[in-house]
């Protein structure tokens, strides 16, 4: 696989619109096969099926909207034969604190550009925290 630009670009335009509460830019970057799946942070964020990452994302978009800031640290892509992926290192502001939170999406090249197939958000939270030992890192 090689390096994107491009794929870093769009991921960088998807964050910032996101933070917007530009749903349909969330939603016309998304892939409209059924295979689509997003995973969020949250234990209850398991959507496997595009009107539910859909209806979830326009939700949660109208409520985070002017609430919160995105700065997206360090971004990450790469693609080959039509399938790529991009991984996004994000601090995000709100209410004065700040926090840790990784975003992976893989995509597919489509007639209309890239879509994304697969998603997933994860906060940063401490080993620790998670699993209870601590554990290299």
Same mark, same amino acid.
């Given at each position: /696989?090689d390096r994107?630009?491009?794929?870093?670009e769009?991921?960088?335009?998807?964050?910032?619109? /996101?933070v917007? *509460?530009?749903?349909?830019?969330?939603? %016309?970057?998304? $892939?409209?096969d $059924?295979s689509?799946?997003?995973i969020?942070?949250?234990p209850?964020?398991?959507w496997d099926?595009? %009107?539910?990452i859909?209806?979830?994302?326009r939700?949660?978009?109208?409520?985070?909207?002017g609430?919160?800031?995105?700065?997206?640290? $360090?971004?990450?892509a790469y693609?080959?034969?039509?399938?790529?992926?991009?991984a996004l290192?994000c601090?995000?502001?709100?209410?004065g604190?700040?926090?840790s939170?990784?975003?992976?999406?893989v995509?597919?090249?489509r007639?209309d550009?890239?879509? /994304?197939?697969? %998603?997933h958000a994860?906060? *940063?939270?401490?080993?620790?925290?998670?699993?209870?030992?601590?554990?290299?890192?």
């Amino acid at each position: /696989m090689d390096r994107s630009p491009e794929l870093e670009e769009l991921s960088r335009r998807w964050m910032e619109s /996101m933070v917007d *509460g530009d749903a349909a830019a969330f939603e %016309g970057l998304l $892939d409209t096969d $059924d295979s689509v799946l997003f995973i969020g942070s949250d234990p209850q964020e398991w959507w496997d099926d595009r %009107g539910k990452i859909v209806a979830a994302f326009r939700a949660q978009l109208a409520e985070m909207k002017g609430k919160i800031q995105v700065t997206p640290n $360090d971004v990450v892509a790469y693609a080959e034969d039509g399938w790529g992926w991009a991984a996004l290192n994000c601090t995000f502001s709100a209410g004065g604190q700040d926090s840790s939170f990784r975003i992976s999406i893989v995509l597919k090249r489509r007639d209309d550009g890239w879509k /994304m197939v697969h %998603g997933h958000a994860s906060a *940063g939270v401490p080993n620790e925290d998670t699993v209870g030992i601590t554990l290299t890192t």
